[in-house]
């Protein structure tokens, strides 16, 4: 809904409305309607607005409560406010807005660091409470919006992007752990850390309490069992349970706007079932939008063959783009200067590019991202299921992107620290309230990995364009029933059974039994031709020496057969050294 930034200081010093700027500035993208600043003393707040409800400027932030002593800035949406409203109403409280901002207010003043668990919906926030002379900072439950903070002796800094950090002069040394990890978890670098040394995020339901003596309190207030329930189900409870709770999640995204809405369709199971349900539901008007790109040898470029029928079967207003390969290269610089983290995914581009032409028409979409996690929907799932050894043995042998031996090889010495991948998943997969591997591996994907790869990505590429994306599969309670299902139940009819049986008679079985299709962005995946060429000009170039992360005889081993350098997800192994130097080079050598 919009970009925040603001900081607390330690040394006395007043906030400055340079630094509340600077860092507005680099977040005016994801907030184009309007903007607004706020400070006293030690601390200040800055915000981008994209106005969604109450477009009045009685929602403006930084909302300041004079009543309360509380200034709060929020991105998000709250997609329970209007009853938070009627039952803070009762309580006493008076409202001068109609926004769901103001009910953060008061559910914070009423029930203090406990609010957040009573707000349903995806936000990042931070409340000054004069009163108790504290910052209070809290990030939802999945993660869907993000809050990156940088924190010295001098002061505690967050913003909604990266950029806004380094442009108030955070660290940017490469931080050794997130190398490890961005270059084996196809650029997932797990909260708190990022891929630079002075810039942290906040981890998924967390908040922050920070004093103006540097204290710092954190708290982390949900955490997912992955476990069956006391009272078993049967198959076709959960199922019917499933249709119920996933319906509702796509009703009250609806619901919680004072502008229209639409769907991304891409053509698969996921975002057609999204089309479906609001059908189902009663809404007639539903607004549909569709990216393809070209075919690379037998690998199409597009999916509106089946999005075609979605559009056919349920009379949606439907707008189709076409974009050429010749048009990727000269536009992915704009992407990657949008993305807050280095993001591998060949679908950043397409993401962007598609935002960039649904903006011109709608202000918030619906998207299918977290389906997949939730319900077993890729093919590595039964590979990890079938495969022997440990738990860690069995999830890394089909999804980290390449072996340690391999890494130690890619990079200079320098960044020899440690299997951080390694550490990091042992601790994953040694957490309680998980029955059985299976599990394990959907929780650790659906509420800590999917965060930082899918969900950063179509944040990033759709806020840019000050575009809001919605993402029903992510439902918190959508994602407990989901965790509590028995693993062969989601993972029968080769992944996301409970999903394909609600569709069966709402979609044509044409899109219900196909076989799934990711993204389709050939020319990021088969490095030829000018993408090579591009790719090594990045990597051979002084920048990049001079930066000495990677080992030169490496990358030329990589650059002379890419093809041969493939991750166990088919991903280029090219490309992600290419996107890590290419994103550097643009985020971080140019603000220098």
């Known amino acids: 809904m919009c970009g925040i930034c603001g900081q607390l200081r330690f040394d006395n010093q007043a906030v400055t409305s340079q630094d509340l700027n600077t860092m507005m500035q680099k977040i ?3 907030g184009p309607d309007a903007s607004g600043e706020w400070a006293q003393d030690q601390v200040g707040f800055g915000h981008q607005r994209l106005s969604i409800i109450d477009l009045s400027n009685f929602g403006a932030q930084p909302m300041v409560d004079q009543t309360l002593d509380l200034v709060l800035v929020f991105n998000g949406t709250i997609y329970n406010y209007k009853a938070l409203r009627a039952e803070l109403s009762k309580k ?19 029930w203090g660091e406990d609010c957040v668990l009573h707000l349903d919906g995806m936000f990042a926030f931070c409340i ?3 009163a108790q002379q504290h910052l209070f900072v809290a990030r939802d439950r999945m993660g869907i919006k993000p809050l990156y903070f940088n924190l010295t002796d001098k002061a505690f800094s967050f913003a909604s992007s990266t950029q806004s950090l380094i442009a108030i002069g955070a660290n940017t040394d490469i931080n050794s752990v997130a190398l490890q990890q961005q270059l084996s978890l196809h650029a997932v670098v797990p909260a708190p850390n990022t891929i ?5 995020k906040i981890k998924p339901a967390t908040t922050l309490v920070i004093k ?8 982390t207030y949900w955490q997912p069992k992955a476990q069956r329930p006391e009272i078993a189900l049967s198959s076709e409870e959960y199922i019917e349970r499933t249709h119920e709770l996933l319906t509702k999640a796509v009703l009250k995204r609806m619901n919680a706007a004072d502008v229209p809405i639409g769907v991304l369709l891409s053509g698969g199971l996921d975002s057609s079932l999204l089309v479906a349900l609001l059908h189902e539901a009663g809404h007639e008007d539903i607004r549909t939008f569709s990216i393809g790109f070209e075919d690379i040898d037998d690998e199409a470029g597009s999916e509106f063959e089946y999005s075609d029928q979605i559009v056919d079967k349920f009379n949606t207003r439907h707008e189709k783009y076409v974009v050429s390969n010749s048009q990727v290269l000269p536009r992915l610089g704009e992407a990657i200067a949008n993305m807050s983290e280095p993001m591998v995914g060949q679908d950043s581009v397409a993401f962007y590019l598609l935002s960039e032409q649904v903006s011109k028409h709608i202000k918030v979409v619906l998207s299918g991202q977290g389906a997949d996690e939730a319900f077993a929907g890729y093919f590595w799932y039964p590979r990890m299921q079938a495969e022997a050894g440990s738990d860690v043995e069995r999830f890394s042998k089909h999804y980290v992107d390449r072996p340690y031996e391999e890494y ?9 620290s440690g299997n951080h991948t390694q550490d990091w998943l042992n601790k994953e997969f040694s957490k309680a309230h998980a029955d059985e591997f299976m599990d394990k591996v959907f929780r650790t994907d659906i509420t800590r990995l999917i965060v930082d790869d899918p969900v950063k990505r179509v944040d990033n590429m759709t806020m840019a364009w000050g575009l809001e994306a919605r993402v029903p599969f992510m439902d918190y309670q959508l994602v407990e029933h989901a965790l509590s299902m028995p693993p062969s139940l989601k993972m029968s009819e080769e992944g996301k059974h409970p999903l394909k049986q609600i569709s069966r008679g709402l979609l044509p079985d044409s899109v219900i039994d196909r076989k799934k299709g990711y993204f389709p962005m050939p020319a990021l995946k088969y490095v030829r031709g000018e993408f090579l060429d591009f790719m090594s000009d990045i990597l051979t170039s002084s920048a990049c020496i001079n930066r000495g992360v990677f080992d030169q005889a490496f990358v030329q081993k990589v650059i002379s057969k890419p093809e041969q350098y ?5 991903g280029s192994r090219l490309w992600h050294m290419a996107l890590l130097e290419y994103w550097l080079q643009i985020n971080v050598d140019s603000n220098q």
Not at 94 to 108: C, G, L, N, R, V
């Open 566 to 570: 493939m991750t166990a997800l088919n």
């Open 196 to 200: 630079l040394e002075g810039v942290k």
């Open 128 to 130: 000054w409470d004069k």
């Open 212 to 219: 103006p003596n540097g204290d710092i309190r954190e708290k």
């Open 92 to 110: 006493g409280y008076e409202f001068f807005s109609h926004s769901d901002t103001e009910t953060i207010i008061k559910a914070y003043h009423h």
């Open 28 to 30: 005016a993208r994801r």
């Open 408 to 416: 130690l090889q890619t990079v200079n010495q320098k960044y020899h």
